[in-house]
């Protein structure tokens, strides 16, 4: 097993992405903390952790609270001692035109995905920094190297955490803790609840210009993606057991794709 021994904390962890990264984990050996602001489904994800023998840690939060994000980085050493991967996944969209958009709501995404990944990060990259050992994993999007119209808030928040993760890693390396990995991963359009759910992007868009879910999907998004399909959880969960492990040792400062074709670069 790749991650045997590990401890993560994964934030967003309760569904999507998330609830997709924890169980790869726990597959691969981890224990895990799993961490979001709806705490039944921390405790459904923690109860799936725990079906595959591994330990884990139900935690609720609000990850643009500072001090909440500390109390879970307590938690997690009281519990296990050591934290050894760290995946911000945490984060939200509030689709609107820039010129239309409500302030408080804008602000609102960028405090959660941004903010959420900076206090994260101020929290556990210590630890791994002392030990010369860790695995900072930031969930970006292809938003993050693309214009999203109608989504200027999130685009700016996912361009944000690719320059975060690549300044971060270039930090850690200063430091002298050169076996600390930062990367980021960039999913395309993935089959989650932020796409596909009945206040997703494909229903909202549904709604905005009068055309069916299955309309929408032919005409605006699949053009867009080479494989002209949508992936599923599972196979971002593969590239953050992939980065998490020692085979990546070597990768630091990364934003990569998985996103069947919509960028390359």
């Not at 969209?93 to 958009?101: H, I, M, V, Y």
């Not at 989650?192 to 549904?206: F, R």
């Amino acid at each position: 097993m790749k991650l045997e021994g590990k401890t993560a904390v994964v934030t967003g962890g309760g569904r999507g992405l998330g609830r997709a990264i924890c169980l790869a984990y726990a597959r691969e050996g981890a224990d895990l903390i799993v961490a979001s602001d709806v705490p039944e489904e921390n405790l459904a994800v923690a109860g799936e952790v725990e079906s595959l023998h591994r330990r884990a840690i139900p935690f609720a939060l609000d990850v643009s609270d500072g001090a909440q994000v500390q109390a879970m980085a307590e938690a997690a050493f009281a519990e296990f001692g050591k934290v050894d991967i760290l995946v911000s996944n945490a984060g939200i969209q509030r689709r609107a035109l820039l010129p239309f958009s409500d302030e408080g709501e804008w602000k609102r995404v960028i405090e959660v995905n941004v903010y959420g990944a900076y206090h994260c990060c101020k929290a556990f990259l210590p630890g791994m920094i002392e030990r010369n050992s860790g695995r900072v994993i930031i969930m970006s999007s292809v938003s993050g190297k693309m214009a999203n119209p109608a989504n200027s808030s999130y685009a700016v928040a996912k361009h944000g955490l690719i320059g975060l993760a690549r300044s971060l890693a270039a930090e850690v390396a200063r430091m002298g803790a050169k076996a600390v990995t930062v990367n980021a991963i960039c999913p395309g359009i993935v089959n989650t609840d932020i796409m596909t759910g009945p206040v997703g992007n494909i229903a909202m868009l549904s709604r905005l210009l009068g055309l069916s879910r299955e309309e929408v999907w032919e005409q605006v998004y699949k053009p867009l993606i080479l494989q002209e399909r949508m992936l599923e959880p599972e196979e971002i969960a593969a590239m953050a057991v992939y980065l998490a492990s020692d085979d990546a040792r070597g990768i630091t400062g990364q934003a990569v794709n998985v996103c069947g074709g919509m960028v390359m670069h």
